[in-house]
């Protein structure tokens, strides 16, 4: 049987409301529509809306499936199953090895085109064996104008994303979360582990459990926005600007020097601009053509 999602908080503006409510009952008009569907559910912010506002609508012919291999953290990974615990979502998590495809090694401009290449088509297969005809992601409209090259996968395997369908942005996604009870309604922005390894420098899963085990570092030591940018043998830390300052502390510093070169980093460098997201991506606006 097929439930709407709950309303809108009327708490806050009446035309912001009013906006954020039709949203919702168009997200519900969507999902109703489908027979069934296969959530790509990470455990973020916006995965984890969709998964639990997809159960809410279609009970257990929404599966939610999370897709574990070397570039997904282990810390994502726990939050992933223990939100499906405490929400019953129809929850299975499969084995991806985009680590297996050369071009997704090579980390060009375009890897996460490779990455979601190999998850939609173990998703798909899963779709045929089950009778599942949609395959959902989270993408929302805030995304539509990043540089996002797994879309072009997504749109090849004819992947819906009702958030963004439905004008949701991120923003309105964690008030959304938050009425909904979700923990992940102010978790900072996640992407995988090889996002942190500049374009062009081949990925390897060496790179990814160090980088994995400087940031669990960081996060043991109280930071909450962070990652850190693998550079060889440089590791640069971007931290939010908030919470800059507590890496300049004396004992602070001085952990994380000590714990990152235990790791095997010969130098831990600060980027004074903090935590940007993508920005990675400044190095393609200056490598020549």
Same mark, same amino acid.
């Given at each position: @049987?097929?439930?709407?999602?709950?309303?809108?908080?009327?708490?806050?503006?009446?035309?912001?409301?009013?906006?954020?409510?039709?949203?919702?009952?168009?997200? *519900? !008009?969507?999902?109703?529509?489908?027979?069934?569907?296969?959530?790509? #559910?990470? %455990?973020?912010?916006?995965?984890?809306?969709?998964?639990?506002? +997809?159960? $809410?609508?279609?009970? *257990?012919?929404?599966?939610?499936? *999370?897709?574990?291999?070397?570039?997904?953290?282990?810390?994502?990974?726990? @939050?992933? +199953? !223990?939100?499906?615990? &405490?929400?019953?979502?129809?929850? &299975? =998590?499969?084995?991806?090895?985009? @680590?297996?495809?050369?071009?997704?090694?090579?980390?060009?401009?375009?890897?996460?085109?490779?990455?979601?290449?190999?998850? #939609?088509?173990?998703?798909?297969?899963?779709?045929?064996?089950?009778? /599942?005809? =949609?395959?959902?992601?989270?993408?929302?409209?805030?995304?539509?104008?990043?540089y996002r090259p797994g879309r072009q996968?997504?749109?090849?395997?004819?992947?819906?994303?009702?958030?963004? &369908?439905?004008?949701?942005?991120?923003?309105? /996604?964690? $008030?959304?979360?938050? $009425?909904?009870?979700?923990?992940?309604?102010?978790?900072?922005?996640?992407?995988?582990?090889?996002?942190?390894?500049?374009?062009? +420098?081949?990925?390897?899963?060496?790179?990814?459990? @160090?980088?994995?085990?400087?940031?669990?570092?960081?996060?043991?030591? %109280?930071? !909450?926005?962070?990652?850190?940018?693998?550079?060889?043998? /440089?590791?640069?830390?971007? /931290? %939010?600007?908030?919470?800059?300052?507590?890496?300049?502390?004396?004992?602070?510093?001085?952990?994380?020097?000590?714990?990152?070169?235990?790791?095997? #980093? $010969?130098? =831990?460098?600060?980027?004074?601009?903090? #935590?940007?997201?993508?920005?990675?991506?400044?190095?393609?606006?200056? !490598?020549?053509?």
């Amino acid at each position: @049987m097929k439930h709407a999602l709950p309303a809108a908080d009327p708490a806050g503006s009446a035309a912001g409301d009013d906006l954020l409510h039709r949203k919702s009952a168009a997200l *519900t !008009r969507v999902l109703e529509n489908l027979p069934a569907l296969i959530v790509a #559910y990470s %455990g973020g912010v916006d995965s984890a809306y969709l998964a639990w506002a +997809s159960t $809410q609508v279609l009970g *257990t012919h929404a599966l939610c499936i *999370t897709a574990d291999s070397s570039s997904y953290p282990e810390r994502h990974r726990e @939050m992933a +199953s !223990r939100i499906a615990s &405490e929400f019953g979502l129809n929850h &299975e =998590v499969i084995r991806t090895d985009e @680590m297996s495809r050369p071009e997704y090694r090579a980390n060009p401009a375009n890897r996460c085109y490779f990455c979601k290449h190999e998850l #939609y088509t173990h998703l798909s297969a899963i779709g045929r064996e089950r009778g /599942i005809p =949609v395959i959902a992601d989270g993408s929302n409209a805030d995304d539509r104008g990043d540089y996002r090259p797994g879309r072009q996968a997504a749109r090849e395997f004819g992947v819906r994303s009702p958030l963004d &369908e439905v004008g949701l942005t991120k923003d309105e /996604i964690r $008030q959304l979360s938050r $009425q909904a009870g979700l923990p992940t309604w102010d978790e900072p922005a996640s992407a995988c582990l090889s996002s942190r390894i500049p374009y062009f +420098s081949e990925v390897t899963d060496e790179k990814l459990r @160090m980088i994995e085990r400087a940031e669990d570092v960081l996060r043991g030591l %109280g930071f !909450r926005v962070c990652r850190v940018r693998h550079h060889e043998t /440089i590791a640069r830390l971007e /931290i %939010g600007r908030e919470e800059m300052h507590r890496a300049l502390e004396p004992d602070i510093a001085e952990a994380i020097d000590r714990e990152l070169r235990a790791i095997g #980093y $010969q130098h =831990v460098t600060l980027d004074l601009r903090g #935590y940007r997201l993508g920005s990675l991506n400044d190095a393609l606006r200056l !490598r020549p053509v």
